[in-house]
């Protein structure tokens, strides 16, 4: 099992670009999630999903949205990427027992 | 609101030694759960450790135990012999409701331990 697969690793964008950020599971969780993490911060939490067909805004959702493409995938899209976007992003799924998270590699996102 | 606080930003131990990382918690919820994560220098989380509210048990994984004092709404993790490779950022966090409709983790700033030959 791949556990939790996220693309791409590194990415620099100009301000005002966009991109979406790729999240796939293959664990059969039903809920996935987006964190960030700033330096000194945490992580918070972006937007999760949990099941599929459902998304709901955590902490932090302005200037994001989020696609539940199937149970496997959930993406995370900036329509118009600002600086204060820079940030190492995280995608997670958890089981439904204990509700532990399972943590992709993270996508180290700049914007310039 | 819920609120993981973390008061060490950085622990210093030697090998072979035993270390123990703050972790104090604020909830109204009867029905909580607490984790443990390890980030690495490469980046990675790391599922460590959990404790739910309602475990009489202190949980152990391992070198990881976590002492669980629930009046003192606190959850420490204690790692024991520790080892050059647990030199890393360590995260406390707790399950949160969202909206009625889901679970999400809260997670405290973060204590970085270094461990030294």
Redesign the interface.
């Known amino acids: 099992n791949a556990g939790v697969t996220q693309t791409p690793k590194f990415q620099v964008l100009k301000t005002g670009q966009s991109m979406t950020l790729q999240c796939a599971q293959d664990m059969n969780h039903n809920?996935m999630?987006w964190y960030r993490q700033d330096p000194?911060?945490?992580?918070?939490?972006i937007y999760?999903?949990?099941s599929e067909g459902?998304t709901?805004k955590?902490e932090v959702p302005n200037g994001y949205n989020v696609s539940r493409l199937n149970k496997r995938e959930f993406s995370l899209r900036l329509e118009s990427a600002a600086p204060s976007q820079t940030s190492?992003y995280?995608c997670?799924s958890?089981n439904p027992s204990?509700?532990?998270?399972?943590?992709g590699?993270?996508t180290?996102l700049t914007v310039l | 609101a819920q609120k993981i606080t973390q008061t060490q930003p950085g622990m210093f131990v030697q090998e072979k030694e035993a270390v123990t990382l703050d972790c104090t918690y604020d909830t109204s919820d009867q029905s909580y759960g607490l984790f443990w994560y390890k980030q690495p220098s490469s980046g990675e989380m790391i599922f460590l450790i959990y404790q739910g509210s309602y475990d009489e048990q202190n949980a152990t994984e391992g070198r990881y135990s976590l002492n669980f004092q629930k009046a003192r709404k606190s959850a420490n993790l204690v790692i024991s012999a520790s080892q050059l490779g647990d030199s890393a950022m360590y995260f406390c966090a707790m399950r949160e409701l969202y909206n009625q409709a889901g679970t999400a983790l809260i997670f405290g700033k973060g204590t970085t331990l270094s461990v030294s030959s």
Do not use: I, K, W
């Open positions: 809920s999630y000194g911060m945490g992580l918070r939490l999760y999903s949990a459902t709901d955590g190492v995280f997670a958890s204990r509700d532990t998270q399972y943590f590699p993270g180290r």
